[in-house]
C-alpha cells in the first residue's frame, strides 16, 4: 500500500529464479487480501511482467503468477477484465497444459474466479480454448485438481446455454458423471453443482445429462452425511425435472421422489429448498405425477417444513409445493386437506407478510377450488376474510344440496349460523352462494 | 179515379213484387256466388295447406329420423370415449398398478439407501475405532516399560484387582519402540518427481532387516541368514528401460522404430534355423498334385527328380562339386532323425 507494490515490481526482473517466485507470492498474497491493493497491483502495470517470461519458467513459478491472477480476479469484474485485457488467459492456457498438477490446480482456479463474474468473462475463457484442457484436468487423479476443474467447468456454465453446450461438446459430462461415487465430499458438491448448472438451461441439455445415466447412483448422493452434498443433489434433480413430464416422469420412475422426501425429512434450514422445489415441480407437471407424490408420502414432510421452518421463502415454497400438488382433481384436495394443512396455510395468509401472500393466495385458491372434503373446510369458514370465505362458501354451495348427511353435519357444528352472519351485497356471487345454502333448508332453520 | 188508385197500387203491388223477386233473385245470384266464392277459396286453400302439410310431415320425418340417428351417434360416441379414456387415457386400475408399483419401488430405494446410508456409518465408526485402536497400540509401545516385572506390579497391575487391566495385556503384546531411522533422501528425488506418473522414488536397499536379537543359531550348514534375507527381499531395481515411462520422447521413438520394423519387411514369417521349429507351426498339407490314387506319391518326399538313365550323356548322376552352404551338407548324414536321405 504505501509503496510496497513499486517496491516489489523490480524484484519481479531480479535474475535469480527464486528471487521472482517471492516477489510473485507476496504480491499475490498482498492481493488476496484487499480489494484496494489488488486494484494498485493491476493499475502499476505489474501484469505484463508477470505475464510475459511465463512459458520458460518453472513450475514454482508458474504456480505462484496463477495465484496472484486469481488473487486479482476474484475481487470484482473489473478486474478480472483488466486481467483479461493483459493477455493473461494465453499464459494461464499454457499454464494448463503443463504436467505438475499443482500448476494446473492454480491455473483452473484463477479460470474459475474469472468466469465466475458475468457471461462476456465465461466467453472469453473459452475463446482461449480453455475448456478441453479443464476435461483433461478432470480426469486426472489428484482430488484437488478435479475439485477445482469441475467447481470451473460448474462457473463457466452457468452464464448461459450456448456456454453450457460447449462445456457438453468438449465431453464433459460422461466424466463428471464417472465421478458422482466418488467418495469425497467436496468433489462430489463440485460435480453435482456443475451438472446442475448444465442441466438448467434446456430440455436437451437435461436429457443429455440424464442419458450419462447418474439414476439411481445421484440418490446416494441425497444420503450423503455432508449437507451441501443432499443440497447440490436435490438442485440437479430439481434442474431436471423442471422441464418436461417425461423428465419427472423418469424421476418418478427410478424412485427419486421417495429419494427427496427423505432428504427434506433429514435436513433442516435452507438446504430443503431444492428438495421442496423439485416436489412442486414434479407435481405441476400432471395429475398422474401428483399421485405418485402423494402415495411417497410427500406431503407430511412439507406440512412440517411448513410449520417448523422461520425463514420466508421456504415457507413460501413449501406453500406452492403444496399448492402443486392439490390443484389437479377433488382427490389431490382431498388428500391436501386431510393432512390438516389448510389452517395453517390460513394463518400464513392472514399473517400480513409481504412476498408469502401472493403465492399462498393462489395456492390456497386452487387448492380450495377442488376441495370437496368438507371436515377439514369448516374450521376454515369461522376464521377466513372475505376473499377466502367467497371460494369456502363457493364449495360448501356445491356439496350440500347433494348430501344429506353433510347437511346435518353443516347445521350441528354451528356452520349454517355463521353463513347468516356473513354480510354480502345482494347480486354478488357470494350471495348466491348463501342463497344456495340456504335453499337446501326448511325456512325454519333458516331462521 | 179509383181505378186510377187501383192501377196505381196494383202497379205500385207489382213494383213491389218485381222488384222484391228480383231482389230475391239478386240475392239468391248473390248467395250462389259468394257459395261458389267460399267453394273455391275453401278448394284452393285446402289444397294449399295440403301440400304444406306434405313439406310439414317430410321435415317432421326428416328431423325425426335425424334425432334418432343422433341419439344413436350419442350412444355410439359415449361407449366409445368412455372406453377409451378409461382404456389409454385415464385408465384407473393401470393407474391404480402404477402408484403401487411407484410405491414398492419407493420402498425398495428406501431400503437401499438406508442401507448405504448405515454402510457408510459403520465405515466411518471403524475408520474411527481403528485410528483409536492404532493410538493406543502406539501409546503402549511408547511406554513398554510400564510392564510389570516378576517383582513389582506395574501401574495398570494393581494387587487390588481381580485381573489385570486390558492396558497390561497391551503392554505386553507391544514391541519397544525404536527411533525412527534418519530417511535418506536419493539423489534422483527432484528429477523424479518431475514425472506425472512417479509417485514415489525408486527406494534402494539402505539397511537390511533386523533379525531378533535372542533367536538361536541353527546348526547345519545353512547359510548367513542375513544374506539370504538381503537376496529374498531384495526390492526391485528396474532397468533404465523398464523405469522409463511411456509417454517419455525416448520410449516413442522406440516406438516408432518397431513400427516401422513391423511395417517394412517382406516375408511374414521370419527365417527359423531348425526344421523342429516349423514342425511346431507349420503342418504338411500334400498338394494335389503329389497324392496319388493309392496313397502318397513318393515324388517330392522320397526323392526329388525322376531319373531317365537312358536319356543320360555320361554315365553318372550328377555331383556336387563343393558345398554351397556347410548346412546343407550335413543333411542325411548327422545322426538325427531328421533328413533322412532315400
Not at chain 1, 442441466?199 to 450419462?212: F, G, I, M, Q, R
Not at chain 1, 369448516?378 to 371460494?391: Q, V
Request: charged residues 25%.
Amino acid at each position: 500500500n504505501s509503496g510496497v507494490v513499486c517496491l516489489l515490481r523490480p524484484l519481479l526482473l531480479d535474475v535469480v529464479p527464486s528471487i521472482r517466485q517471492t516477489t510473485a507470492l507476496a504480491l499475490g498474497r498482498l492481493a488476496d487480501y484487499d480489494v484496494e491493493l489488488a486494484e494498485t497491483v493491476v493499475k502499476a502495470g505489474i501484469l505484463p511482467q508477470l505475464i510475459c517470461s511465463l512459458p520458460e519458467e518453472n513450475r514454482y513459478y508458474k504456480k505462484t503468477a496463477a495465484f496472484v491472477l486469481r488473487a486479482i480476479a476474484k475481487h470484482s469484474p473489473q478486474l478480472a477484465q483488466a486481467i483479461v485485457q493483459c493477455g493473461a488467459l494465453e499464459m494461464l492456457v499454457i499454464c494448463l497444459e503443463d504436467f505438475d498438477p499443482g500448476v494446473k490446480e492454480a491455473a483452473s482456479w484463477a479460470f474459475g474466479y474469472i468466469a465466475r463474474h458475468n457471461p462476456e468473462l465465461s466467453q472469453a475463457v473459452v475463446d482461449a480454448g480453455a475448456v478441453p484442457l479443464l476435461v483433461l484436468c478432470i480426469q486426472e487423479p489428484e482430488i484437488a485438481l478435479k475439485r477445482i476443474a469441475a467447481s470451473t467447468l460448474s462457473d463457466i456454465s452457468k452464464h448461459s446455454p450456448e456456454l453450457a453446450q460447449t462445456v457438453v461438446d468438449a465431453g464433459a459430462i460422461a466424466h463428471l458423471a464417472q465421478m458422482i461415487p466418488n467418495p469425497d465430499a467436496k468433489l462430489k458438491r463440485q460435480v453435482l453443482s456443475a451438472l446442475s448448472q448444465i442441466a438448467k438451461h434446456s430440455v436437451d441439455l437435461a436429457e443429455l445429462v440424464v442419458e450419462a445415466e447418474i439414476f439411481p447412483v445421484v440418490l446416494t448422493c441425497l444420503k450423503d452425511s455432508d449437507e451441501y452434498v443432499k443440497k447440490n443433489g436435490a438442485t440437479l434433480i430439481r434442474e431436471i425435472a423442471k422441464h418436461t413430464p417425461e423428465l419427472s416422469q423418469l424421476i418418478v420412475n427410478s424412485g427419486g421422489v421417495a429419494a427427496v422426501v427423505d432428504c427434506i425429512g433429514s435436513c433442516r434450514g435452507t438446504v430443503r429448498l431444492p428438495g421442496i422445489m423439485t416436489l412442486g415441480y414434479v407435481a405441476a407437471h400432471s395429475e398422474n405425477l401428483s399421485m405418485a407424490v402423494i402415495v411417497s408420502k410427500g406431503i407430511p414432510p412439507l406440512c412440517v417444513c411448513l410449520i417448523e421452518e422461520h425463514e420466508d421463502h421456504i415457507k413460501a415454497a413449501a406453500a406452492w409445493a403444496l399448492g402443486q400438488i392439490g390443484r389437479h382433481t377433488t382427490e389431490h384436495a382431498r388428500h391436501v386437506a386431510v393432512a390438516n394443512v389448510l389452517p395453517t396455510l390460513l394463518d400464513i395468509f392472514v399473517d400480513a407478510r409481504s412476498s408469502e401472500d401472493l403465492k399462498t393466495k393462489a395456492t390456497l385458491k386452487n387448492i380450495l377450488q377442488k376441495c370437496t372434503y368438507l371436515p377439514a373446510l369448516e374450521p376454515l369458514l369461522h376464521e377466513a376474510p372475505p376473499s377466502i370465505m367467497k371460494h369456502i362458501i363457493g364449495q360448501f354451495s356445491k356439496v350440500l344440496p347433494h348430501d344429506s348427511k353433510a347437511r346435518r353435519l353443516f347445521v350441528t357444528t354451528g356452520g349454517l349460523k355463521k353463513v347468516q352472519e356473513i354480510q354480502a351485497e345482494p347480486g354478488s356471487l357470494l350471495q348466491e352462494y348463501i342463497n344456495t345454502i340456504n335453499n337446501c333448508y326448511p325456512e325454519e332453520i333458516v331462521r | 179515379r179509383a181505378i186510377d188508385e187501383d192501377r196505381k197500387t196494383k202497379y205500385k203491388a207489382a213494383v213491389k213484387i218485381q222488384r222484391w223477386f228480383r231482389a230475391c233473385r239478386v240475392r239468391a245470384y248473390l248467395r250462389h256466388l259468394s257459395k261458389m266464392a267460399i267453394l273455391i277459396q275453401k278448394w284452393w286453400r285446402g289444397y294449399l295447406r295440403r301440400k304444406h302439410f306434405r313439406k310439414v310431415v317430410e321435415r317432421a320425418y326428416f328431423i325425426k329420423k335425424q334425432k334418432f340417428y343422433n341419439e344413436m351417434a350419442v350412444r355410439i360416441q359415449k361407449t366409445w370415449r368412455g372406453y377409451y379414456f378409461r382404456k389409454y387415457i385415464h385408465n384407473f386400475y393401470a393407474l391404480k398398478k402404477y402408484l403401487n408399483a411407484v410405491s414398492m419401488n419407493n420402498e425398495l430405494v428406501r431400503h437401499e439407501l438406508q442401507e448405504y446410508a448405515e454402510m457408510k456409518e459403520n465405515e466411518e465408526k471403524m475408520k474411527d475405532l481403528e485410528k483409536k485402536e492404532k493410538e493406543k497400540k502406539y501409546q503402549a509401545r511408547k511406554m513398554h516399560y510400564l510392564l510389570s516385572t516378576a517383582q513389582i506390579p506395574g501401574i495398570y497391575n494393581s494387587p487390588f484387582r481381580k485381573s489385570p487391566d486390558p492396558m497390561e495385556l497391551l503392554l505386553q503384546k507391544s514391541k519397544p519402540l525404536t527411533h525412527r531411522k534418519q530417511q535418506v533422501k536419493s539423489p534422483f528425488v527432484d528429477e523424479l518427481y518431475d514425472w506425472p506418473t512417479c509417485k514415489e522414488p525408486p527406494a534402494f536397499v539402505t539397511s537390511l532387516p533386523l533379525l531378533p536379537a535372542d533367536r538361536q543359531k541353527p546348526q547345519g550348514p545353512f547359510r548367513d541368514p542375513a544374506e539370504v534375507l538381503q537376496q529374498r527381499y531384495k526390492p526391485l531395481e528396474p532397468t533404465l528401460r523398464v523405469r522409463e515411462s511411456m509417454y517419455s520422447p525416448p520410449a516413442k521413438d522406440r516406438e516408432s522404430t518397431r513400427r516401422k520394423e513391423w511395417r517394412n519387411p517382406i516375408h511374414d514369417n521370419e527365417f527359423l534355423p531348425f526344421s523342429s521349429y516349423h514342425k511346431n507351426y507349420e503342418k504338411y498339407e500334400p498338394s494335389l498334385f503329389k497324392s496319388g490314387k493309392y496313397g502318397q506319391e513318393a515324388y517330392g518326399t522320397k526323392y526329388f527328380r525322376e531319373v531317365y538313365p537312358k536319356k543320360w550323356i555320361a554315365d553318372k548322376d550328377f555331383e556336387t562339386l563343393f558345398s554351397s552352404i556347410a548346412l546343407f551338407e550335413k543333411f542325411g548324414k548327422t545322426y538325427s532323425s531328421t533328413g533322412q536321405i532315400v
